[in-house]
């Protein structure tokens, strides 16, 4: 009989250093669609969407790692796989988590009000369990959101490779190609020479200047949440099952007059970012170009954002649900990204 050979230190600090969180959502769930949104917008080196499940490494309170994230086959929820030291803290990565894949949401209410305008009734019906995907980063989102201006999902996915392949920080030894780069931080995307990234020197100067508002403090981009701890562990470590952590809704106006008031920063970006990184339900970006022609599509008398409002305003208070719907029928017609 052959003796086993024993594991090496990095094998047994592997699989110490690992952990899997289960975390629950209201069916039904369109997990199809959640990944395509991610996938067209992921940033390139910093995320990834690949075999049904999306990839990024991670800083957390303090420990860093890598998570993916999936649909479980047959049970109502996600399966989040976290691998590095960062899996010591699985229980707290259990609420931005949620936050981020719109697990808080009640589908069957969100339907119940939609669907009452004939214009989204057939949307809803088609696929009732669209969700407002999230982000990890208020601060990336605020500048994929920045480059984003006035250019396709495509375009703007590409400069956002080149700042962060110019910017951000190469991790050593990753396993993972497309995973293997930190987002610039703050800091050094302020002081960073930006020529020739290809976006006009104004929008360098509205990246810029938010990126110097949030590292001098002068701007707080993350929404603070605190959370009803109702975390319920079950079973072992490595297998919990985490329940959902209901948010507390801070100053939203005052988030939004923040963003606001910084140059080159529009209503569409900060309704942007209160739909995903904010999580604000009734968020409605306005004068968004595709929301505003396939509204004008229904009704050709409806051309302006001001002229749309009275019919939009009926959406409340799922106003950014009936937009990820709108969005979602131009994608599924075009079988590509479009919208936001």
Not at 191 to 203: N, S, Y
Request: glycine share 8%; charged share 20%; hydrophobic share 50%.
């Amino acid at each position: 009989m052959s003796a086993i050979a024993p594991q090496s230190e990095a094998q047994t600090e592997a699989q110490t250093h690992s952990a899997t969180l289960e975390l629950p959502f209201r069916a039904p769930y369109d997990w199809p669609r959640v990944l395509r949104f991610f996938s067209g917008r992921a940033t390139p080196g910093v995320e990834a969407v690949e075999d049904g499940a999306w990839l990024r490494a991670i800083d957390f309170n303090g420990a860093s790692g890598t998570l993916a994230v999936r649909r479980h086959a047959r049970k109502h929820c996600l399966v989040v796989q976290i691998d590095g030291p960062v899996s010591a803290h699985a229980a707290g990565l259990a609420a931005p988590l949620s936050r981020m894949f719109d697990l808080h949401a009640d589908p069957a209410a969100v339907a119940a009000h939609l669907r009452n305008d004939p214009w989204l009734a057939p949307l809803v019906a088609a696929v009732p369990g669209l969700r407002v995907p999230g982000a990890w980063s208020g601060f990336e989102l605020v500048v994929r959101a920045i480059v984003g201006q006035q250019v396709s999902v495509k375009a703007a996915t590409t400069i956002i490779g080149r700042l962060v392949e110019r910017v951000g920080k190469r991790i050593d030894d990753h396993a993972h190609a497309r995973t293997a780069w930190r987002f610039p931080t703050p800091a050094a995307l302020a002081a960073a020479d930006l020529a020739g990234i290809g976006m006009p020197g104004k929008r360098v100067a509205a990246l810029q200047g938010f990126a110097q508002a949030v590292a001098s403090g002068a701007v707080i981009i993350e929404r603070d949440y605190a959370e009803k701890d109702q975390n319920k562990p079950r079973g072992k470590r490595q297998n919990r099952q985490i329940d959902a952590i209901a948010p507390v809704p801070p100053d939203l106006d005052a988030m939004r007059a923040a963003l606001l008031a910084l140059p080159g920063i529009g209503p569409w970006t900060v309704e942007y970012v209160a739909m995903r990184a904010w999580r604000d339900a009734n968020a409605w970006p306005a004068t968004d170009l595709v929301l505003m022609q396939a509204i004008a599509a229904r009704d050709p008398a409806l051309v302006r954002a001001t002229q749309q409002r009275t019919r939009t305003d009926t959406w409340s208070p799922w106003r950014a649900y009936a937009a990820m719907h709108l969005w979602n029928e131009i994608a599924d017609r075009a079988g590509a990204a479009r919208g936001g």
